[in-house]
Nanobody, 123 residues
Framework: QVQLVESGGGLVQAGGSLRLSCAAS????????MGWYRQAPGKQRELVAV???????NYADSVKGRFTISRDNAKNTVYLQMNSLKPEDTAVYYC?????????????????WGQGTQVTVSS
């Protein structure tokens, strides 16, 4: 069984910072892209940032210059450093990973989601 567990969400004032972490655990053979998505009330889930296994990154225009995604491949962990936070960044943030896991002698690809962590930015 594979799990993604997020941590680091919370309440912060506008202009403040938070760092999210997401650790993958279980019978993992390989993790390719890892990313962060967010969903605000009444809105669709949207991509925030993504990072490949080689370290290439991509960001939503709304967070460029403020958020930084990074990963520690040895720990199967992805991070999201969020600076200069704005009230419009308020959302549930979800970790996502494209990975290969093994079970019963076989290898399986799947796209895994974390349970989400709440980020609230007050004005």
């Amino acid at each position: 069984q594979v799990q993604l567990v997020e941590s680091g969400g919370g309440l912060v004032q506008a202009g403040g910072s938070l760092r999210l972490s997401c650790a993958a655990s279980g019978s993992i053979f390989r993790i390719d892209a890892m990313g962060w998505y967010r969903q605000a009330p009444g809105k669709q889930r949207e991509l925030v940032a993504v990072i490949t296994s080689g370290g290439n990154t991509n960001y939503a225009d709304s967070v460029k210059g403020r958020f930084t995604i990074s990963r520690d491949n040895a720990k199967n962990t992805v991070y999201l450093q969020m600076n200069s936070l704005k009230p419009e960044d308020t959302a549930v943030y979800y970790c996502n990973a494209d990975l290969t896991h093994y079970r019963g002698g076989g290898y399986y690809n799947n796209n895994q989601w974390g349970q989400g962590t709440q980020v609230t930015v007050s004005s």
